[in-house]
């Protein structure tokens, strides 16, 4: 046994001669893998966690969702709110040490709009759903370059500014002679470093970095950084996450699971940080369904659903219940979207009476990858079951249920989006006649307008009405019945100064010290 | 020995064209779009028309799997959906961290087994026999999860004796690298042992009850000289068979021990590429398994008259 033991000591002493040397590194937890260096192109959330600290789009989001300066660090809107001038940040260079220009810009953003870039999200700027519709980029001088729209639109700078669809600054040279990107002259506070693939994305300090000045807000304001690498380390399993943190083998755990909140905070030199996130999870009725069709029985299920109760249960307490697409987190978001059609089984078997629900089970769809979403489906399953209404439970996993969800062939499923900053997003996510999407739910074509509306007006107040009226018509619909903004948690080792968890809870590396 | 060889290699051919046809069709049956799935919350049905016929999902089925079948005779595996990555590169470089686990893990084991069953088979009904099935028993009733997360909790977590995340390969640092396989290779030990130990166990019974075997104590030879000279290499026999078949299993993929030690295996690769609809490597590498078991079988087949002089290919 001393033997044993004197061994493993020995393999200690090794592992620690194998772990990175450094007082200035920090690893934190992935669940995978990025997927690759080209944003927009080939991406999803860990490669855009990752690429958000190598590439810098001209504005980004702020803690409170609003849009803030990062590569620019101003702009001017014209009085027909047509144009945009940016004016990009004094003594930003690229990872060559070339400085940014406006004409950089413009070749950057002429290549994402590009066809043969494939960039995921150009109909977002070229007369997609929300109307935007760049016509002309233009580098007026050295730094400032304009963005012409065709018509105004109050969505620009939120499209612009969004995670997922990076719409990042690089360098010419960043691209081979096939056309293809082939490396990341970008302009953001960390360089691209080495990529075991399936292990881990090392990111170092690009020492030439000069931030914006501005105190970090978000993924905007300054991103002054003081570690010398980050190392993300793909650890797919949740249990062996947690282990590695407890180890000490990993410095951050994001999205850590509500059960091992307790055991984390409990553990010396540990700690959790939690935070409202615009997230929003939701029960999907599909009011094409022979069933389903009937507007009573969609509402009788809402009134059937004790959101408060079924939100302190999903979620540990931490979420925010929320009948509305506007976020908790939402400057926008205020008493009046707290109102849903109200807990009340009594009305709902009154409904249901009147529209002669014979006891048909409905098919109730979640999956076994979300947490989330299964425990949320569970509780409505039984509240139902209160007021008479049979359903079956048919737990699937993510992809089949995606692909139910994406062809709208379910009766009722349960399910979270993720964060959408701008309430608009979130109700253009649900809100769509069928005929153009057949994940379309609320189909409402009063419902359709008034979301149009609501994007293209630059007008806060305006806007604030139209959401009023969006979510007074998405409730009376009753396809969509928002549940809650879920929180999310993220676990930190004590050696880790200065790393905040915000709305969007992606990653921030930059504000970072590391201790010993 | 090599016309059976190739006689053998020869009979798997309509084993892979079957095996082919239906791993292509199991995958078109689960639910689920790739280009779907590839895209994500992007709404955009032209998006993701165009990413269908990219990836060659807007053609018939038969067209697609010719085109996949005719790629794999060429070579050519195609490539990953998710990450674009030629297929054939991710097999190439998931497999050696598999292969080093399994290959160590199965050597010890059989190491420990194969003596411990043949001791317990030779003292069958004794304390020693009851005490070495007991604990066979006891490791095949641990689920390997379970094993792993105790190994994690303790080495790793509590005692800080063992890294919990990360791999480096042993060729590339041979110290390091046998580090990071310590607990991988304990928690599937102890899977494997048990199934080892009481094959080789059976096999002992069964050959101690010969008439050759009594025949030689009759002689006067002495008990050990029985075990190692009659009994060892008839009993072996069937425990190599298994041997095989666990190699061929294990080297598919031991997905949750990748999945718990965080190694870029094999398993890993496959289940991630499951959940995320990746055909070309699902596809991929479970012909590659398929070869994997044909290549096995039929060298442990060569092997049985190195052991058994009975057998004559």
């Not at chain 1, 940014?100 to 290549?111: L, Y």
């Not at chain 1, 409202?276 to 969609?298: C, F, G, H, Y």
Request: charged share 20%; glycine share 8%.
């Amino acid at each position: 046994m001393k033997k044993t033991l004197r061994y493993l000591a020995t393999a200690a002493g090794l592992a620690m001669l194998v772990a990175p040397a450094g007082a200035q590194q920090v690893t934190l937890a992935m669940p995978g893998d990025i997927r690759s260096i080209d944003f927009g192109v080939n991406r999803d959330g860990n490669t855009d966690n990752v690429l958000h600290h190598v590439v810098e789009a001209l504005v980004a989001y702020r803690d409170d969702l609003s849009v803030g300066p990062q590569l620019a660090e101003s702009w001017d809107v014209s009085e027909d709110r047509r144009s945009y001038t940016f004016t990009v940040r004094k003594g930003a260079v690229f990872h060559n040490g070339q400085p940014v220009t406006a004409a950089d810009v413009k070749w950057s953003w002429e290549r994402l709009l590009a066809d043969e870039t494939g960039f995921l999200c150009q109909k977002w700027f070229k007369g997609g759903s929300l109307g935007i519709d760049i016509q002309t980029i233009e580098a007026l001088d050295e730094r400032r370059v304009r963005f012409t729209l065709a018509e105004p639109n109050g969505l620009f700078l939120v499209r612009m500014a969004h995670k997922v669809c990076l719409t990042g600054i690089i360098h010419p040279d960043s691209v081979g002679p096939d056309g293809k990107l082939a490396q990341l002259i970008a302009t953001g506070p960390f360089t691209m470093g080495r990529h075991e693939a399936g292990q881990f994305v090392e990111l170092n300090r690009f020492t030439d970095y000069v931030p914006l000045d501005a105190p970090k807000d978000g993924y905007a304001g300054s991103r002054e950084t003081f570690l010398d690498s980050v190392r993300f380390m793909v650890i797919a399993d949740t249990a062996a996450a947690k282990t590695a943190l407890l180890a000490g083998d990993i410095d951050i755990l994001p999205r850590l699971d509500p059960n091992a909140i307790a055991e984390i905070e409990a553990a010396e030199g540990l700690g959790v940080k939690t935070v409202a996130t615009p997230e929003w999870q939701v029960a999907l009725i599909q009011n094409t369904d022979p069933l389903l069709k009937d507007r009573r029985i969609r509402q009788a299920i809402s009134h059937a659903i004790d959101i408060k109760g079924l939100t302190a249960g999903a979620t540990n307490g931490l979420g925010q219940p929320n009948p509305s697409a506007i976020a908790g987190a939402s400057a926008f978001f205020g008493p009046f979207f707290q109102e849903g059609l109200g807990y009340d089984p009594e009305k709902a078997k009154a409904l249901l009476g009147e529209a002669g629900y014979d006891g048909r089970a409905i098919k109730l769809i979640t999956n076994g990858t979300y947490p989330f979403d299964n425990i949320s489906a569970i509780a409505i399953q039984s509240m139902l079951q209160q007021v008479g209404i049979t359903t079956e439970l048919v737990v699937m996993d993510w992809a089949s249920q995606y692909a139910a969800y994406k062809e709208g062939k379910f009766q009722m499923m349960v399910m979270g989006f993720s964060a959408r900053t701008d309430p608009t997003l979130m109700f253009d996510v649900v809100v769509d006649s069928k005929e153009n999407r057949a994940n379309a739910i609320a189909d409402d074509p009063e419902l359709i307008e008034t979301v149009k509306k609501s994007g293209v007006s630059g007008d806060e107040a305006e806007r604030a009405l139209e959401f009023k009226k969006a979510h007074q018509l998405m409730v009376q619909d009753a396809s969509v019945i928002g549940l809650f903004n879920p929180a999310r948690s993220v676990g930190v080792n004590d050696r880790v100064e200065g790393y905040e968890e915000w709305p969007l809870e992606s990653p921030r590396l930059w504000g970072v010290r590391a201790g010993g | 020995m090599w016309a059976y060889a190739l006689k053998r290699i020869v009979s798997a051919i309509p084993t892979m064209i079957l095996a082919s046809v239906m791993v292509f069709g199991l995958m078109r049956l689960i639910p689920g779009d790739p280009a779907m799935l590839f895209i994500g919350e992007i709404d955009d049905p032209a998006v993701l028309e165009a990413k269908r016929r990219e990836l060659g999902l807007d053609q018939p089925l038969v067209m697609q799997y010719l085109n996949w079948a005719g790629g794999m005779l060429r070579g050519d595996m195609g490539v990953s959906v998710q990450t674009g990555r030629p297929v054939a590169g991710e097999i190439a470089a998931a497999f050696p961290v598999t292969a080093i686990v399994v290959v160590v893990a199965t050597a010890l084991a059989a190491l420990v087994a194969i003596p411990a069953g043949i001791v317990a088979g030779w003292k069958q009904n004794s304390k020693t026999d009851a005490t070495i099935v007991s604990i066979a028993t006891l490791c095949l009733s641990i689920p390997g999860f379970w094993t792993a997360l105790l190994l994690l909790t303790f080495l790793g977590a509590k005692w800080k004796l063992l890294p919990t995340v990360g791999y480096v390969s042993v060729f590339d640092d041979a110290r390091a690298g046998a580090i990071y396989l310590i607990m991988p290779v304990i928690a599937l030990v102890l899977t494997e042992v048990a199934v080892l130990t009481r094959m080789s166990r059976a096999s002992t019974i069964e050959v101690m009850g010969l008439e050759y075997v009594t025949h030689a104590r009759a002689k006067g030879m002495g008990e050990r000289r029985v075990l190692w000279r009659h009994v060892f290499p008839n009993a072996f026999a069937p425990t190599l068979t298994v041997l095989g078949l666990i190699l061929g299993h294990l080297l598919g993929g031991v997905v949750v021990i990748e999945q718990m030690f965080s190694l870029p295996g094999l398993g890993r690769l496959m289940v991630g590429a499951i959940f995320a609809r990746d055909y070309a490597i699902v596809q991929g590498v479970l012909i590659f398994i398929v070869v994997i078991y044909v290549v096995l079988n039929t060298v442990i087949d060569l092997l049985y008259p190195v052991f058994d002089p009975r057998v004559k290919l």
